[in-house]
């Protein structure tokens, strides 16, 4: 299993129009084959010392896959391409961490 944190930093404003397209392709991802978990996040006020201030901008994707195969084949899949084009221009960058268990 691999695990993927996928930053995506938004235009200001943008995020409720981002989660808004985000939230319509959700189940189909859910759907590929070797998709075990896929969820946006945002930040949480938790007044911990060790956590950074909060962004307003950012959603954070949280993605588990058997693997990296199965990763691969989700990047390229129809519906992604097209919301991809949806929610371009409302995009700054995106990061992404693919990480595997040092178990």
Do not use: N
Not at 8 to 15: A, I, K, N, T, Y
Not at 75 to 99: D, G
């Amino acid at each position: 299993m691999i695990s993927v944190l996928a930053t995506v930093e938004l235009q200001v404003g943008c995020r409720e129009a981002f989660l808004s397209e985000f939230r319509k392709v959700v189940p189909l991802v859910r759907q590929e084959a070797g998709c075990i978990e896929y969820f946006p996040a945002i930040d949480l006020e938790t007044g911990l010392s060790a956590q950074p201030p909060l962004r307003a901008d950012v959603v954070v994707v949280i993605e588990k896959w058997s693997d990296l195969d199965a990763l691969r084949a989700h990047l390229i899949a129809p519906h992604m391409q097209e919301y991809r084009q949806r929610v371009k221009q409302l995009v700054l960058k995106t990061t992404v961490h693919v990480l595997q268990s040092a178990e």
